[in-house]
Structure formats: C-alpha cells, structure tokens
C-alpha cells in the first residue's frame, strides 16, 4: 500500500489504516452520478470506486499506529509507565517565555489564509454534549471514569505565574467525536471524524452538508444570502442562542451565519468568510450577464466551481511554497505547472490524517499575531485591538468602514514571525471574556493530539525518514541547549515528547516557515488533497473539466483580487503576502481587468 512518488511516501486506501471498517459496515450507501459536472456538497463521489473518500463525516486516516495507553481511548503514558507532563507545564516551561511578536516579512494574510484554509479541510469537532461546563467538576475528582467528553480538562498548577493569582485552576477542554461515540460505528482505536469536506472545494463557504448549503442561498439568480448592514452586504445574521461561538458571552448582538460554524471566531475569519462571500456574489452577477439563459442552480454551481478552484490556485501556488519552501513543493509534486496538469489518481485516498488535524497543521498558530490594527484610507492607524477580546465578537466589524478598516490592516501590517511559541495572548487568554474562561491554545494543541491518540514526535519523525533520535543528545544536532534541558526535565525520555512539541520547535527548513517534521505531514496531506482529487482545479478529461481558457483567467487570480473587489480598499501589494513597507503597490482597478469572465461564455 505504499508507493514512491518523488520521495514522498503516499498511503493508498486499502492500507492498514484507511478506515475500511467504517466504510464497509457503517458508511450509507450512496449511488453517483458518474456524468456530474459539478462537485456533491459534502464531497461523496469524488471517488466513483469509493464514493464517500474525502466527504464530510468520515474518520481521519492514520498514518501511524494510534498511540493510547489501552489500545482504545485512554491517553498515552511515557514510556517508564508515567504519565506524560500536564499540557500547561509545557507551555509555562518551555514556549510562555518565547511568546513575544517579532515582526514577519509576510503580513497578515499568511496567517489568515492558512486558518481560511484549514476551515475548508478539517472540522475536527469537540464533543458538546456531556456536563455544560468540564471545569465544573472539580478538577482532583477528574479520572478515566469521568464524563468522556470532560476526561481531558486541562489544569492550570497553583503556581501558574499568569493564572495563579487569578485562581483559576482549569482550562476547558472537550475530548473530539470519534466514529465510535458519536457516529454508532464501533471502530477501535477511537477515531475522529471530521465534519468538513477534505477537498479543497470552499465548502467552509458553502457549508459542508446539504442543507447547511440550502440554508444560505436564495435560490434566486445563483446568489448566496446576505444581510445589508449601513448599505453593506455582509453573511446572514442569525440569533445568538444556539450559536456554538456566539453563545457563550454577554453582550454580543451580531452572529454570522455561513457554511463553517467558526466563522465568528474572531474577525480574521470573519472578515474572509464576508469577503468570500460578496465574492461569490460578485462572480454570479458577472455570470448572469454573459449567460443570461442560465437557471439559478447553473450559476450558483459555476461560481462555486470557481471558487473553489481559485482557493485551491491560492493555496498551491501562493500559500504552500511559502509554508513548506518553494522548492520543496515543486520536488514533492505540490506546485502547479501551466505544462504538466494535474493526473488524477483514483487509488489515493484523499482524507486528512490525524497527524495532520492533531498536531502538524497546528504548528502555523505560531504566526498568529496578537494585535489587530485598524487601518484608514491614507495609512492612518486609527484603533487596534487585541485579538482574543475580539473573539466570538463581531460587533465592531459592521461599524462604518471597519471591515475595511481590519482588512486594510492586516494587508499592511507584517505578521508574526514563525517563532517556536503562540502569541502570548493565545497562549493565556484565548477567548477572553467567554464563559468558556480564558484558554491556552498551545496548551489546547498538546491535549488534542493526546485525545486523538497521535503517536509522539521521535516517531513521526522517523516515519518522515529524518535522522533517527535516540537520545536527548540527538536533539541537540537542531535544538537549542536550553530547549533540550527542559525537555529532559519535563519528559521521562526522547520518546515521549509530544509532535506538535517537537514540531515547533525544530528550526524551519530552508525557504519555508515550518520544520522538517511538519513539512513532511503537511506535504502527504496536499499530495492527497491536489492528486486523490478528480475535480482539483487543473484535472483534465473529467465531465466540468475547466477549459484551458477559463483556467488561463483562474491562474491570473489571486487573494488580491478577491480582497480588491468585495472591499473599499483601492490598491494591494504586488504580493499579496507582503505588508507594503517591503512590497510595491498596484492599484485595485488596474488589476480587476483580469477578472474577465468572457471565457465562460456559453453559444447556445
Ligand atoms: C488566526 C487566529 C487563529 C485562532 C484564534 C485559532 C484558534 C483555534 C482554535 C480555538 C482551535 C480549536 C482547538 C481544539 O479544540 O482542538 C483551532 C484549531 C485548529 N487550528 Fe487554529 N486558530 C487560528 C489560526 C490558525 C492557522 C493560521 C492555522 C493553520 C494554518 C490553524 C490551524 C488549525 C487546525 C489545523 C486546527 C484543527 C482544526 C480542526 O480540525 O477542527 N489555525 N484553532
Ligand atoms: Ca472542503
């Protein structure tokens, strides 16, 4: 089941950890349509053969043996019987220190469009059901016999220096739904399943269920459904109670309503999901005039098309190469060529791994910076906020040019640089003000991956074909001296350190802004999300294949385009991830001529 493309080791579906169980007794039945030119809403039938590969609602594929202290569910131990060291220790000994912002040469957007992106891909949901509260039950009465959802809460030590005076003693923490609990389909080792689509398709835009993507549209002329704020259009308003994010504060009076449920996590994706959205609606009204003869669903499915294949032009030309290092991509098959077109490969199978959505596609929280500027029309910084006030709390974005405002800033302020830490609000008050309390993310990150059963660092790395580590020695060929003193003092030995620890803090490879171990875990995924792909944006002689007219205009878009025509901002840097202290400016109406869409024309 394992073959080599370019180095790269690439599972296909009839390995040991594809999931075969769920497929074969739990999965629905589902008939396709081998002649549909259009993607399903929730991803089933991409694959012919085997229909629900990469749907919604389907479990995270292995790539390693899952690592649980009883095989099933219970979290790992050290490898001398201990147990591991409590998530927050890790935090407050090894990252609070280096959580500091240094300014980036890539701006905002890199950032955004990352968690833009893992919206789109992964939904590894938390279980809400259970007590309301798990730091309600008293963090020494916690064991293995405990609510499951509540198992995993995390504990703030009495000595916290952030937390200590405050007294708060726990972070909440739900354990993720798995196959086995929350899908009645009793696969063992418990696997989460995740509730996006894997394929890059927009569907954090269009939602990832039928009746999500129902619930937004008219169904008049293609459109998606918006409500006017002050002669703006923005995503529908919906009530707050209800609401997983918006619920939980005092307060708030606006709640987006969109395809993902985190769109109102905080106002970087907000902001996308709105942009996105007047996109979309932008593309459709462009459609009808050319085509006036198209019914609603024609028009609503094209511009999906569209969509979808232009975040996947953005994500593997602009955002990947930036990530994983350009030459990289290219070596490893994950930059698109105008000459070598995409060869659709039917036996990969093109789902997420849990290394991935527990622990490598996290380790980009690192560039997550803390403040947020309002910027003006002439550059002027009228406000900034900090990031985790403002989640959960969109109210301050519909106010007069505030999107614009927020936008405009995160265009032209540099980003975080990719430090081996969160930012230091991320990392003691994420949702500051919800009555959640206030979280760490990190913290949250660690106890992820334990919950899922991601097998520690030493062997990811390993399975990656890096050098063998067999001692805390080793580290010490790509680690600091200090970093490896503490690692010693907080774990039993080399093998028990946790992926997304390890992961952050190996030095970034050449070009690129993650480690050699996350770059590995990142690149098996996107191998699979572009080739395990049959409608990926550049896949000839499939029905709707694009023509290579209509991909030529796709290929001349970028980010810039989408933020030039669904926002007041009138010019955007050459590169749209460069802040424009290093990048030159050009102007929106010069480039918006390249949003053409006479390609798509239709002779009857
Ligand atoms: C911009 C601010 C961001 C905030 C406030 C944020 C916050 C969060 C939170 C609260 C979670 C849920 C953690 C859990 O319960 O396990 C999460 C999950 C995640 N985040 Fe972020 N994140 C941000 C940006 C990013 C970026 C830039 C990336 C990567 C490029 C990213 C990748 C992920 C991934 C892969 C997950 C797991 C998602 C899933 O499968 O459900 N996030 N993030
Ligand atoms: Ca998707």
Redesign the pocket.
């Known amino acids: 089941y394992i073959t080599e493309t370019n180095d790269l080791m690439v599972y296909y579906g009839d390995g040991p950890h594809s999931n075969s169980i769920y497929y074969n007794q739990c999965a629905p039945e589902v008939t396709c349509d081998r002649n549909a030119i259009y993607r399903t809403i929730n991803g089933e039938c991409n694959n012919l053969r085997n229909p629900l590969w990469g749907s919604s609602d389907t479990p995270y594929i292995r790539l390693l043996e899952a690592a649980y202290n009883d095989g099933d569910h219970e979290v790992r131990r050290q490898m001398d019987g201990s147990m591991l060291p409590r998530p927050r220790k890790i935090q407050l000994l090894l990252f609070l220190e280096k959580s500091r912002d240094f300014l980036d040469s890539n701006n905002y957007h890199l950032?955004?469009f990352?968690?833009w992106?893992?919206h789109d891909m992964?939904?590894?949901?938390?279980d809400f059901g259970g007590p309301k509260k798990c730091c309600d039950i008293p963090i020494e009465e916690i064991n293995n016999n405990s609510p499951y959802q509540c198992q995993l809460v995390i504990e703030v030590p009495t000595n916290d220096p952030v937390h200590g005076c405050n007294g708060q003693t726990c972070m909440e923490?739900?354990r993720?739904m798995t196959a086995a609990h929350n899908f009645s389909c009793p696969v063992i080792p418990q696997t989460p399943m995740?509730q996006?689509t894997s394929f890059i398709d927009s569907s954090q835009l269009y939602g990832h269920k039928l009746a999500k993507a129902n619930s937004i549209r008219t169904f008049v002329g293609g459109r998606l459904i918006t409500d006017i704020i002050d002669e703006n259009e923005f995503c529908p308003l919906k009530k707050r109670n209800g609401s997983l994010l918006c619920n939980g504060r005092d307060n708030v009076g606006i709640c987006f309503e969109a395809g993902d449920p985190r769109i109102n996590?905080?106002f970087?994706?907000t902001s996308y999901t709105i942009m996105f959205t007047r996109f979309h609606n932008i593309v459709t009204e462009m459609l009808e005039q050319i085509n006036p003869h198209w019914s609603d669903e024609v028009l609503y499915q094209e511009t999906r098309k569209f969509v979808g294949a232009l975040n996947q032009i953005i994500a593997y030309q602009r955002y990947l190469p930036i990530l994983l290092g350009k030459s990289y991509a290219k070596r490893y098959g994950l930059y698109l060529s105008e000459f070598k077109k995409t060869k659709y490969n039917p036996l990969l199978i093109p789902q997420l791994s849990v290394e991935?959505?527990?622990g490598a596609?996290?380790v980009?929280?690192n560039?997550?910076a803390s403040l947020y500027n309002y910027i003006g029309k002439n550059y002027e910084i009228l406000d900034s906020a900090r990031?985790n006030e403002f989640?959960s709390f969109s109210d301050p974005l519909v106010k007069c040019s505030n999107l614009d405002n927020i936008v405009r800033g995160m265009t032209v302020t540099p980003g975080r640089y990719f430090a081996p830490s969160y930012n230091y609000l991320?990392s003691n008050f994420?949702?500051h003000g919800h009555n959640t309390g206030d979280?760490d993310?990190l913290a949250?990150?660690i106890q992820?991956g334990r919950d899922v059963g991601v097998p520690p660092y030493i062997k990811i790395r390993e399975w990656c074909g890096l050098p063998p580590i067999d001692s805390f020695e080793d580290l010490l060929n790509f680690l600091p001296f200090e970093d490896v003193e503490t690692l010693r003092e907080l774990y039993a030995t080399v093998h028990d350190i946790d992926l997304l620890v390890g992961a952050l803090l190996e030095p970034p490879v050449d070009g690129g802004t993650v480690g050699p171990t996350a770059q590995c875990i990142l690149a098996d995924v996107f191998y699979r999300t572009r080739f395990g792909d049959r409608f990926f944006c550049d896949v000839e002689d499939q029905p709707g294949s694009f023509s290579q007219e209509q991909l030529d205009t796709l290929r001349n878009l970028d980010l810039g385009h989408v933020i030039c025509a669904t926002t007041e901002m009138d010019e955007v840097p050459f590169d749209i991830f460069d802040p424009t202290m290093y990048s030159q400016m050009v102007k929106c109406q010069d480039i918006l001529v390249k949003l053409d869409l006479s390609a798509w024309k239709e002779f009857p």
């Not at 992964?122 to 938390?126: A, E």
């Open positions: 950032s955004q990352g968690q992106l893992t992964s939904l590894l949901s938390p923490f739900r993720a995740n996006a996590q905080h970087g994706i991935f959505a527990g596609f996290r980009p929280h560039v997550v990031l989640m991320i994420m949702f979280q993310l949250v990150d992820r």
